[in-house]
């Protein structure tokens, strides 16, 4: 039987401070100290939507905030989080080296997701125990499907959210937003040691947003998508773990946005016999924006499109995650829900890029920007 926890007002404090102090610290040394302003190449890359210098450092605030939340676990299983950050520190740290830029390859990063995956696994013992079909439930308990199925989707979810990380606050929003609904199906199930990490992991993304959204003046970067995404992967098995009535694929409607991203990306890129792993600018938070710039705001307008883009998406990122939370013992209509979002998000974004193409929301563009020089300042 779990205790209760309650959260208290030092530790709510405390782990926003600790994210927001070091998010204004990095945009502040950021300004003397080059390598923070961001890598060579980031505002002419493929996939970029920004025009001057930004820090993408904002996986440090995220981490620290996760590492400041240890002090306030619930004591029977403080050795196990402790752990478990641990075994996040491996991709976070393969982030980090990215982000500094030290070049980690894609297929580095997603190696380091494996590994970190590994040792959760090998240290907690935890795996998705179950997917809601009962023909393959026991050898989804037993760990032979369960095992490579949880690190597929810790993985292919940590990678989803780096993919968002491209317009002011959209990740962290994200995020956030997968938190609070993780935290409302631990409250309805009386989990309160996750009840209890998830609102203090929404903390420490709100201590970031205040400089990230809508100004953007610092990005989560590799090390900060690729640990959220991560981190809430794994508080989505463990929710489902201890909790037989949860179904998992309520779990994923609360992360249906970055993942059903991902899923249309890898399907974008396998269409045009391209690498599953190449950037590109054909994401939906990238045809909003143009799309405003091109339809109401004007070109020269990015500093407004690119945060308004995120206003416009939250509505669509909202949704899921509140069916998710409405949904978690209801296998059947959480698996319909999700099958369903996949079909209409696929439909809507074919429908986009139709109405762009044909010229009705301006053309589209897939290759690299223009030199910076040709951009006004933002």
């Known amino acids: 039987m779990m205790l209760p926890y309650a959260i208290s007002e030092m530790s709510v404090w405390t782990i926003f401070a600790v994210s927001a102090v070091l998010s204004v610290a990095i945009v502040l040394t950021s300004k003397s100290f080059r390598p923070l302003s961001g890598r060579d190449g980031d505002l002419t890359s493929v996939q970029s939507a920004h025009r001057v210098a930004t820090p993408r450092l904002g996986g440090i605030a995220i981490f620290a905030s996760l590492i400041a939340t240890l002090p306030f676990a619930p ?44 040792l959760v696994i090998v240290m907690l013992d935890a795996w998705v125990p179950r997917i809601g079909w009962s023909v393959l439930e026991p050898i989804m308990a037993s760990g032979l499907l369960g095992i490579p199925l949880t ?14 990380d491209g317009v002011n606050g959209l990740a962290g929003t994200t995020a956030l937003v997968c938190a609070v609904a993780l935290g409302w199906i631990s409250h309805a199930t009386g989990y309160d040691a996750m009840m209890t990490f998830t609102t203090l992991l929404a903390l420490g993304i709100g201590g970031f947003l205040l400089l990230n959204y809508p100004f953007g003046l610092i990005f989560l970067g590799d090390a900060g998508a690729y640990t959220l995404g991560f981190v809430l992967a794994w508080f989505g098995v463990a929710i ?19 993942i059903a991203d ?29 799309s405003l710039e ?43 829900a999700f099958v369903g979002l996949v079909v209409l998000f696929f439909v809507a974004y074919f429908l986009m890029t139709f109405l762009v193409s044909s010229g009705r929301f301006g053309r ?3 290759t690299a920007p223009p030199p910076l020089s040709e951009h006004p300042a933002e």
């Open 294 to 336: 091109i339809t109401w705001l004007g070109r020269d307008r990015r500093a407004v499109s690119n945060p308004l883009t995120t206003l416009v998406l939250l509505p669509f990122i909202v949704a899921p995650a509140c069916l998710g939370v409405l949904l978690w013992d209801q296998p059947a209509l959480a698996f319909g």
């Open 75 to 118: 004591v029977y299983i403080e050795t196990a989080y402790g752990n478990f950050l641990l075994a996040a520190s491996v991709l976070f740290a393969a982030g980090l080296a990215e982000d500094l830029g030290w070049r980690v390859p894609p297929r580095g990063r997603l190696l380091a997701a494996v590994v970190a995956s590994l």
């Open 151 to 164: 690190i597929f989707v810790v993985v292919g979810i940590s990678n989803a959210f780096n993919l968002i």
């Open 364 to 366: 589209l563009r897939t």
């Open 262 to 290: 991902t899923l249309l990306a890898i399907y974008r890129r396998g269409l045009g016999k391209r690498p599953a792993m190449q950037p590109d600018r054909l994401h939906v938070h990238q045809l909003v924006m143009r």
């Open 240 to 258: 489902v773990m201890n909790h037989s009535d949860v179904t998992p694929w309520a779990i994923l409607l609360t992360m249906f946005w970055p």
